[in-house]
């Protein structure tokens, strides 16, 4: 499927912006395939059950996250680039920031990804005790 939709979507773009329009015709295929065409056939043929409401739960994050993202590049001061530590210590905040805000939207959202931190919570704990 990816491989004839790389392969239509070049020829079209070829045309107009020579190999640019592959790259792009690339990009689109994998992107279409994988956000699109795999997860509504694990849903009908693997989970036998219809794949809307979580992709529409999950395309609601997404956007969310880059509303987010978008909104923190707009508003956050700009990091400092005077020095490479400088540089390197405000890109961890601005990330661990990213990351928080990330996280609570799928904290909130998804009953899965509590489950999942609940796991690795125990996990590291009895890791933690057993040294």
Known sequence: METALNIILSLML????????VLIATVMA???TNLWYFPVYLYKKVFEKKPWHDMLKYGA??????????????????????SYIAWFFGSCIYSLLVFIVVAGVFW???????????????????????R
């Open 14 to 21: 070829v045309k107009r912006w020579g190999i640019k329009g």
């Open 30 to 32: 994998t992107t279409l």
């Open 61 to 82: 994050c997404g956007l969310l996250v880059v509303v987010v993202l978008g909104f923190s590049f707009w508003k956050l001061p700009r990091i400092p680039s005077q």
């Open 108 to 130: 909130f959202s998804f009953k899965s990804f509590r489950k999942l931190c609940k796991e690795l919570k125990e996990m590291f704990l009895r890791g933690w005790v057993n």
